[in-house]
């Protein structure tokens, strides 16, 4: 899972109409299962809690090869699907595991009978990366828990140790201590080839059942949410329509070759569960980040220190611009960032176009390094992938109908960003 800061505040606030659900640690007191059981229930309910939840390439640890699935011959067309999933299925299910934390809660008044610490339990998934016992998933899964245990297919658990976590990119390393031989790590895709219509499967532990495949598409590329935990935005999130849910966050999105495509991460559902609007993060994205996190405990992301907006129809109006200009507008300068220390300007007026307010008149950025900016992501899409931070970057912009080139030296992300 527009970089991570440098992306409006106000294209956030709008997707904030839509209730933003993690899938992974589903919380459940370990309390009330206890009271459950005192009461001598039938059947405990349970109810899923949504948690906040050119650069060389990092080399990855060799995974598994990849294995083309061939079906037997003399299979008619539908069954031909069914047993490509089964080999599916049976080649990577070993290489996903459950994931179940547990955070110690204090209360100050326990119930007569009761200890004073309490745990909280919660479900996630996560898949084997090399031989190694380093295990991927999601950050907001196995952030600020006590206790984290994995538990493989055969039912081996196993209790892992944090290596590595990036808030920005929700994805967390941890670790198990396992035979090299057992299990094989998945085989990773390529995200960048990626096509909207082709297959999509996703398997984890949604709601507690470990091993749940459910399939379908992707729906769609290219989309840009905040995780929750952090100020920054994730860019080029898989849309997709397999049945993802609470328990899922960490696991793998798949194509129909059984190769990791992306992180499950989060989906958008009033209801917590299920409405066919699920998203991952890019495989590419992954490999990037995963090394790095193995070999240093953290990802370090640059950092322009702007936040900006699309050029929409009604914005290139008010500033008197051509009706096919495209770009990034500047909407406000960090304070002593370091878009602020190269001259950059943000909106120097607030107009109000299509019902809102909106800082106009700053700076529009069109190209980095040479590649054509068509809006806010380009931008975002551009630092991630190429840039490190102290790099120098070549922004050319237009101020008041005049292009220039302005160099900016990136900084590092910070944690926490003033208002200044």
Not at 260 to 277: A, K, M, R, W, Y
């Amino acid at each position: 899972m527009t970089p991570f800061r440098d992306r409006s505040v106000l294209l956030i606030a709008g997707l904030l109409i839509l209730t933003l659900f993690l899938m992974g640690c589903n919380l459940l007191s370990l309390a009330e299962k206890e009271l459950e059981r005192a009461i001598e229930a039938p059947q405990a309910t349970v109810t899923a809690t949504s948690t906040q939840s050119a650069v060389p390439a990092q080399p990855t640890p060799s995974p598994a090869p990849t294995v083309t699935l061939v079906p037997p011959l003399g299979l008619r067309e539908g069954d031909i699907e069914e047993e490509l999933l089964i080999q599916l299925y049976e080649r990577v299910n070993p290489s996903v595991v459950n994931i179940r934390v547990q955070q110690r809660l204090e209360m100050r008044q326990p119930p007569p009978g009761f200890p004073e610490d309490f745990f909280h339990e919660g479900q996630g998934s996560g898949f084997v990366w090399d031989t190694e016992g380093h295990i991927v998933t999601n950050n907001h899964v196995v952030a600020s828990v006590d206790r984290v245990l994995v538990t493989f297919y055969d039912d081996t658990t196993a209790e892992a140790k944090a290596v590595g976590t990036d808030p920005d990119s929700d994805l967390a390393v941890i670790k198990v201590d396992i035979d090299p031989s057992y299990p094989q790590p998945v085989a990773l895709g390529d995200s960048d080839t990626l096509k909207v219509g082709q297959r999509a499967i996703a398997i984890g532990n949604p709601f507690g059942q470990a091993g749940t495949m459910t399939r379908g598409i992707i729906s769609a590329l290219g989309r840009t949410f905040s995780p929750g935990q952090t100020l920054f935005a994730i860019p080029e999130m898989i849309q997709t329509d397999a049945a993802v849910n609470p328990g899922n966050s960490g696991g793998p999105l798949l194509d129909s070759q059984g190769r990791v495509i992306g992180v499950n991460t989060l989906i958008l559902s009033p209801s917590g569960s299920s409405s066919g609007i699920g998203f991952a993060v890019p495989i590419n994205i992954v490999k990037q980040v995963v090394p790095v996190l193995i070999e240093k405990g953290e990802y370090t992301y640059p950092w322009l220190g702007i936040e900006g907006i699309d050029l929409m129809p009604a914005i290139r109006e008010e500033m008197g611009l051509a009706r096919d200009q495209r770009g990034a507008l500047i909407t406000r300068v960090v304070t002593d960032g370091p878009a602020d220390e190269a001259g950059l300007r943000g909106g120097t007026r607030r107009e109000r176009i299509e019902g809102r307010e909106l800082p106009v008149g700053g700076d529009i950025i069109i190209a980095v390094d040479g590649q054509p900016v068509r809006g806010m992501d380009d931008v975002l899409i551009h630092l991630v992938r190429n840039t490190r931070p102290g790099q120098q970057v070549l922004l050319a912009i237009l101020r008041e109908g005049q292009e220039r080139t302005v160099p900016v030296t990136l900084g590092e992300r910070p944690e926490e960003i003033g208002r200044g």
